[in-house]
């Protein structure tokens, strides 16, 4: 595969086909085995809900392949859950020990992916004022606008072309951000994505950024049947949106879609 890229080198094409034909080899196993477990499932239990699918492990953190198993499988409802990897199998292990302690226990699956801890406005205002004493800054100025106030306020640094840092309740579990610790930008402004690749995230301006959207009008900007939650699946824009949030859309024409908000 040749020498390994140093952080500063450029892209080539040698490098973008190395990754697109990894994806591909991976697609293609995956749709190889869950086509062979929905063919068993039909054959032993053929009254099973064999349709339905959950997926973990850490490749179900592959967000392009997950797009794509319910147009190349028999399986049309994907559920990932927000920490798919090695975290999320603590929860299973807990499950599992569970009901091996109590067989009449019942687990309740989980229903919200902010489980991570949270923190006050008195304990934010310290941490930046330590944060600022630290750098020679000297002493910072916090605000607390009241709901009312900060929403316009929000707005209106988005589309003047602020980064906004958006931080409230709990964390979210998992690798992805859902809302309640999330980089906040204007989709609508071509170069943001660049922007945010290159002064905030320092990664490749071709990793993607998820746009958040009303679950009500989700079907009014993509194409998908359902609710994709957790960030874990790559869709299509639809083609008369593309060119409205053009800092969220792949070349291809697609996107990684959130937790849509209700």
């Known amino acids: 595969m040749g020498p390994s890229r140093l952080p500063d080198e450029p892209l080539t094409g040698a490098h973008k086909a190395l990754v697109a034909g990894t994806q591909r080899l991976y697609e293609q196993a995956l749709f190889h085995v869950l086509n062979s477990v929905s063919k068993r499932i039909e054959s032993t239990q053929p009254d099973a809900a064999s349709a339905r699918l959950v997926l973990a492990g850490g490749c179900a953190l592959n967000s392009v392949a ?7 499988t028999a399986f049309q409802e994907v559920f990932v859950p927000p920490a798919p990897g ?5 929860v299973g292990a ?8 109590d067989p009449k226990c019942r687990p309740q699956p989980m229903r919200s992916p902010y489980l991570g801890p949270s923190s006050s ?3 934010l205002e310290s941490l930046l004022q330590r944060q600022a ?4 800054a000297g002493a910072i100025r916090c605000s607390r606008p009241h709901p009312k106030d900060l929403y316009p306020l929000v707005a209106q640094a988005l589309a003047d072309g602020a980064v906004v840092g958006w931080f409230q309740g709990r964390a979210e579990w998992g690798a992805r951000a859902l809302g309640n610790r999330s980089l906040l930008a204007e989709p609508r402004r071509a170069d943001m994505r660049r922007t945010l690749s290159a002064k905030i995230k320092l990664r ?3 990793r993607p950024f998820a746009p958040s959207v009303l679950a009500s009008q989700a079907h009014e900007w993509f194409e998908i049947a359902g609710e994709v939650p957790y960030r874990s699946s790559v869709v299509s824009v639809l083609p008369c949106c593309r060119a ?5 859309v792949h070349a291809d024409g697609t996107f990684r879609l959130p937790a849509c908000k209700r």
């Open 66 to 72: 997950n797009g794509t198993i319910s147009a190349a």
């Open 121 to 123: 406005g008195d304990e």
């Open 204 to 206: 490749e301006t071709f």
């Open 94 to 101: 807990a499950y599992l020990t569970a009901v091996e302690l």
């Open 244 to 248: 409205r949030i053009p800092a969220v």
């Open 133 to 136: 004493l630290a750098l020679h």
């Open 86 to 90: 090695d975290a999320g199998g603590a």
